[in-house]
């Protein structure tokens, strides 16, 4: 392991010289690359290097401990086991740094959520869980942008886009993506019978500039007039924007904004988004592009997760996590299930190859 941190703490050193050579920094994809892999490298050298002191400090503890008097071996003996801990706890830290990345961690994301099979409790519950991510969002510091609505007609939300940036963004919602399941009585509902609707979830990493490169006369631009929930106007100007890349057949539409143009770049910076995941998906030999993976067709039996509001029960089925506090989940306190996703994810890839860490 601390071979390891020799070899890249030259790859950082070599990397902290290059970033600051002005030909790269005017080549913007390049230097864009290299300051992500700049901040990776800064995160798992600063890790490597404390381990690296705590094994220094282990065997000068354990030669004074051979050497102290017997009145003195009890607090060498502390050291020891103190230092150990210590190595321990920085050799856990060093090999999940050094899983391999999921390409879209520390970018950015966009969230589409929409009602799928319910009808306008479906609508509801996308409400809900839009409700549940703003305050998720809030409570780690997260600023969220919202894109586009689409109000029902009871005061749901048919569809939903809206970003977030923060700190490991996508390494906790890229979780969230997929049919989400609930089961409750709706408020349509005057036999108080329960119904079981659905939600979908989808979570698409922030594309930059440098990452898609769209040729202009590769869109297929559509304007018209912006209507809300019901029909009714939302001006009289043909503000709303349908955007079509051409060669994909991916499409974007966007209408809350009175300027055609912020609409425009609104569905231009979605569009991006999409494409680059679908290029991912391409890379990595997936069979369909990734928000059919993510969100399948909203059916309420591929859900990853049920609310259950008659036993007061949320459930995780990707691993089998049920906890009894609906309300505080939806709340926004989604850090024990987060937390609890991340884990799992980490703790597969450590058992997947471990020679490899």
């Known amino acids: 392991m601390l071979e390891r941190l020799e070899s890249l703490e030259r790859e950082f050193h070599e990397l902290e010289a290059r970033i600051a050579d002005p030909e790269l920094i005017s080549d913007n994809a390049r230097y864009v690359r290299a300051m992500r892999r700049y901040r990776e490298l800064s ?16 065997e000068v503890a354990k030669e ?18 103190e230092a150990e801990s210590d190595i321990a706890k920085f050799e856990e830290e060093f090999k999940v740094l050094l899983l391999p990345k999921d390409p879209n961690d520390g970018r950015d994301v966009i969230i589409e959520i929409r009602g799928a099979e319910g009808g306008e409790e479906a609508n509801l519950f996308a409400r809900d869980l839009f409700d549940m991510y703003r305050e998720f969002a809030a409570s780690l510091g997260w600023k969220i942008e919202l894109m586009s609505v689409q109000n029902s007609d009871i005061g749901g939300l048919s569809e939903c886009t809206f970003t977030l940036r923060g700190d490991d ?16 009585v709706p408020v349509t509902e005057s036999q108080g019978r329960i119904h079981t609707s659905s939600a979908t979830v989808s979570v698409l990493p922030e594309a930059d500039e440098v990452d898609i490169e769209i040729n202009p006369n590769d869109l297929q631009i559509d304007t018209y007039r912006s209507s809300g929930a019901g029909g009714q106007h939302v001006n009289t100007t043909d503000s709303a924007v349908r955007m079509t890349h051409i060669p994909t057949g991916v ?33 990595a030999s997936e069979a369909s592009a990734a928000r059919k993976d993510q969100i399948g067709s909203g059916g309420r039996s591929e859900k990853i997760r049920t609310y259950n509001f008659k036993e007061n029960r949320v459930t995780d089925h990707r691993i089998g996590l049920s906890i009894y506090q609906l309300e505080k989940i939806l709340a926004g306190d989604l850090m024990e299930i987060s937390n609890a996703l991340v884990h799992d994810e980490r703790t597969r890839q450590l058992q997947a190859d471990p020679d490899d860490q």
């Open 251 to 283: 499409t974007v539409s966007m209408q809350d904004e009175k300027s055609q143009l912020q609409n425009r770049a609104r569905a231009l910076v979605v569009l991006r988004s999409r494409m680059l995941k679908l290029e991912q998906d391409r890379v």
């Open 43 to 58: 995160d798992i050298v600063g890790v490597g290097r404390k381990l690296r002191d705590r094994n220094e400090d282990l």
């Open 169 to 184: 963004v996508w390494t906790r919602m890229k979780f969230e993506a997929g049919p989400h399941r609930v089961q409750r």
């Open 64 to 81: 004074l401990m051979a050497e102290a008097s017997p009145g003195d071996r009890d607090e060498m003996r502390a050291e020891v086991n």
